[in-house]
T-cell receptor, first 110, second 113 residues
Framework: QKEVEQDPGPLSVPEGAIVSLNCTYSNSAFQYFMWYRQYSRKGPELLMYTYSSGNKEDGRFTAQVDKSSKYISLFIRDSQPSDSATYLCAGMDSSYKLIFGSGTRLLVRP | DTEVTQTPKHLVMGMTNKKSLKCEQHMGHRAMYWYKQKAKKPPELMFVYSYEKLSINESVPSRFSPECPNSSLLNLHLHALQPEDSALYLC????????????FGPGTRLTVL
């Protein structure tokens, strides 16, 4: 079992839709959680990070962590074609290493 | 400014060549990282430098040799690579190791012939 599980997609939505991206993790030692966006052939870009259960909002993005169920989510409101990318979730383990999910490919149709 | 720069953007090398990848950040970060990313896979950690000292080597083959000349620079020296080493090599940095978020550079796309 991978430490971080993520549906690879692709997830295809119409422009303006609310997008929900999800990950589950198995390592109870994870303290920090991040979401990265990666465009094709580019490096990952940090979108959100959080270290506690609950919600964190930044513009159109909301990150949600539920440590009791080991579930993390990223919501994108009013999705745009420019949001089309691969979204990687990650947790930081007790040795300070980032453990990534395999990424979900998102396609926002105009 | 949260920019990490990497050169070159693309590199093609033969199995007998010696080449180097370079990474630079001017954010005052004290931790720097090398990752390897194969197509449609997540980044995999290779090395961690903290305060210019190698802190983690994820059992990477010796044909990859990291170097941290100063707090802003990180190099990855390549020698006698194999075709399966072809990948996107990503550099990242963070304020400190383990207590902050990592910012990634654009990567160097390496092809080994």
């Amino acid at each position: 079992q991978k430490e971080v599980e993520q549906d690879p997609g692709p997830l295809s939505v119409p422009e303006g839709a609310i997008v929900s991206l999800n990950c589950t993790y198995s390592n109870s030692a994870f303290q920090y959680f991040m979401w990265y966006r990666q465009y094709s052939r580019k490096g990952p870009e940090l979108l959100m990070y959080t270290y506690s259960s609950g919600n964190k909002e930044d513009g159109r993005f909301t990150a949600q962590v539920d440590k009791s169920s080991k579930y993390i989510s990223l919501f994108i409101r009013d999705s745009q074609p420019s949001d089309s990318a691969t979204y990687l979730c990650a947790g930081m383990d007790s040795s300070y290493k980032l453990i990534f999910g395999s990424g979900t490919r998102l396609l926002v149709r105009p | 400014d949260t920019e990490v720069t990497q050169t070159p953007k693309h590199l093609v090398m033969g199995m007998t060549n010696k080449k180097s990848l370079k990474c630079e950040q001017h954010m005052g970060h004290r931790a720097m990282y090398w990752y390897k990313q194969k197509a449609k896979k997540p980044p995999e950690l290779m090395f961690v430098y903290s305060y210019e000292k190698l802190s983690i080597n994820e059992s990477v083959p010796s044909r990859f040799s990291p170097e941290c000349p100063n707090s802003s620079l990180l190099n990855l020296h390549l020698h006698a690579l194999q075709p399966e080493d072809s990948a996107l090599y990503l550099c990242a940095s963070s304020q400190d190791w383990g207590t902050d978020t990592q910012y990634f550079g654009p990567g160097t796309r390496l092809t080994v012939l």
